[in-house]
């Protein structure tokens, strides 16, 4: 009878703790870091169990100091928890020396730090952007070096762009250690950032299977390096390996839509225009379905070639998939045929764009001044700035210099040397950079007969501009030297 009785007394006691830690568990998933710390204080008999889960919620919820102030308790009735420990040190915000501070009173009680703990304390140290001493902690706590151990120390060192140390991180496999896809990952991106591509592709030279992320990476690594042919070849063996499981049966799907456009933006800056309409429509056989940036970055890659007609055909499929049609859309479209000989489409093409557009992009209208310029239609150009004057006035923008040198330079061109003396003063009194480009077109337009007027506006930008910059006083030197001859100055004007 009284060993029935002190059965059933033990197991009430056990069941009152087992239901005092599913709530401080609920606290802990609820972020109620206080409500959690009052309901221990209020525990009659609490347990390790009860303060480990404390200090969860604590370091969950970001409040490190009260997860320190629980964990002295502890260490003030027993001997300190590794998991009470590894908790506290995943709190966000901890100062990394409270780390060191709490290892060595590890030491002082004789408690082993393990590889959780361990790995807690170089993830914290790598959250605090403290890479070096991540990488000190590996190996002088003579860990298993796990792989999240590894994998916390990489992520400190791309933290603070330190590529090398990541990369010799990643390394460690010969000491037993194969860190994990997302350590390769993270290295990838270090050294993507680093435009280190040369150091991505040995990393990968042993990895035929890339996940999306890493995939991504390191594409944009080639791209940043100019490497398009390693670029296009990753994504070609990402497509060729299919989806697939790694050992602990995790899915990585193919290169993901980010992936491809950053191909297609390494031979878009290449002008490589034919590999990158090949490689728009294989999206769909590797379930890709392109996008906007899709088809702007092609039709930008045409620009460089002068393929207006490709261009306006992949701008008018953009239409029939229902994609919407950005400012960069038009202005590409626009200047691939306005270089390509397509001036006449290209303005039709802003006619088209000043009726579907609820608001003038300036991009959108310099591209069509810069077609007219190649139509010789400066009455257009006239017009299509005056439009912007209004926009900008009626949105309160400052004005475009690119707009005007554009419109002066179509005006130089067309001969309508008061148009561009005109556009010219405007820039002056709206407080425009009024630089070398605007200067020489205008002097360019006085050219014809207006020789005082050329030799008041080198005066007015010579004044004031000491230390102008070689290329700025040769090319007005020789604005203004045309201009002069133009005029029948024969004798070699000199410059004020």
Known sequence: ???????????????????????????????QWTEAVDYLARLPVKNVVHRNAAISACSKASAWPAALVLLEHDRATCKPDPVAVASAFGAKGLPWPWVLRILEDLRTWRVPADDFVGSAAVSCCSRNAQWQMALDLLFSLQMQQSV???????????????????????GLRSAGVRPSF???????????????????LALLRDRPLLDAVTCTAAVTACRDGSSWKHALGLLSDAWKARPWLDQEGTVFPLPSLTSANACLSALERASSWQLASSLLFDFPQNDLQPDEVSFNT????????????????????????????????????????????GAEAALQLYDEYSKEATQLNTVVVNAAMAACGASRTWQRAV????????AWQALGQAPDEVSFNTTIAVCAAGQAWEMALHFFRAMADLQCNVDAA?????????????????????ADSFSGREGLPPTMERALQKAYLSAGLSCGRNEGPRLP
């Open 1 to 31: 009878m009284f060993r029935h009785a002190l059965r059933r007394s033990a197991k009430a006691a056990e069941e009152k703790a087992r239901a005092a830690t599913r709530q401080l568990v609920l606290f802990s998933r609820a972020g």
């Open 148 to 170: 999240v151990a590894v994998g916390a120390a990489i992520a400190g060192a791309a933290r603070t762009s330190s590529w090398e140390a990541a990369v010799a991180l990643l």
């Open 182 to 200: 997302i350590a390769l990952s993270t290295t990838v991106l270090a050294c993507s950032d680093a435009s280190k591509w040369e150091v991505v």
């Open 298 to 341: 092609v039709i930008s890659a045409c620009v460089g070639r002068l393929k207006w007609q490709h261009a306006l055909a992949l701008f008018e499929l953009m239409k029939l998939k229902s994609l919407h049609r950005d400012a960069v859309s038009w202005s590409s479209c626009i200047t691939a045929c306005a270089q390509g000989q």
């Open 383 to 390: 017009a299509l700035t005056h439009q912007l004057q209004y």
């Open 438 to 458: 605007a200067i020489g077109a205008v002097l360019g337009a006085c050219s014809h007969g207006r020789w005082k007027e050329a030799q008041t506006i080198a």
